[in-house]
């Protein structure tokens, strides 16, 4: 009667199942990463926090980003930027309430200039009346549950800093509501987002 043959190492109870684990343990960890790799950027409703103190609190409900930005613009506003050294301009859609409860819908437009004096004129251009705008994007039919098709009493804000324009309107869901004073804070606040939507 010969000698027992001795198992090969990877027969061995502890390394067969030493081994099992560490192929499950490598299946979790790619498809760990694959899941974060295809998150989206923006989660509609999710709270949104921009840097600073926070007078009101926003959640995000759209965004959307493009290099050509004559186009996501409209009038004098598209005219400037289809000629200028615009590049990239990225518009997102936000919700806030007031004291109240009433909601508010809130448009940010960041845009990306090549050098600090385009910034400065397209902010001077698009600040005027009757000179266009970045189109919000209530324009390119986005929407917000439940809130209003258009923006029509809007307040608005609008920042240089460096090379980079952040403007912001704001209205109320009920339509024919105004404070155009309580629209633009709201405005003026959610500038923020400029810092990290750029």
Avoid at 28 to 44: E, K, N, Y
Avoid at 51 to 61: I, K, N, T
Avoid at 75 to 86: D, H, Q, R, Y
């Amino acid at each position: 009667m010969g000698e027992p043959e001795t198992p090969s190492l990877a027969e061995r109870p502890v390394v067969h199942y030493a081994i099992k684990g560490l192929g499950l343990v490598g299946v979790a960890i790619l498809s760990g990463l694959l899941w974060v790799a295809f998150q989206p950027s923006l989660v509609a409703g999710t709270p949104t926090t921009p840097p600073g103190v926070p007078a009101y609190q926003f959640a995000a409900h759209a965004e959307h980003r493009d290099t050509e930005c004559g186009k996501r613009a409209y009038g004098a506003v598209a005219e400037f930027l289809a000629k200028s050294s615009c590049q990239q301009v990225v518009r997102s859609l936000h919700t806030t309430s007031i004291a109240d409860g009433t909601k508010v819908v809130v448009s940010v437009a960041v845009v990306r200039m090549a050098d600090s004096k385009d910034a400065v004129e397209l902010n001077r251009l698009a600040s005027r009346d009757k000179t266009g705008n970045i189109a919000d994007l209530l324009r390119d039919g986005y929407t917000v549950p439940d809130g209003p098709r258009k923006l029509t009493g809007a307040g608005y804000a609008s920042r240089v800093s460096g090379s980079v324009v952040t403007i912001v309107e704001s209205d109320f869901f009920t339509e024919g509501r105004a404070d155009v004073e309580l629209l633009k804070a709201i405005s003026t606040d959610a500038l923020r987002f400029g810092a990290i939507m750029s």
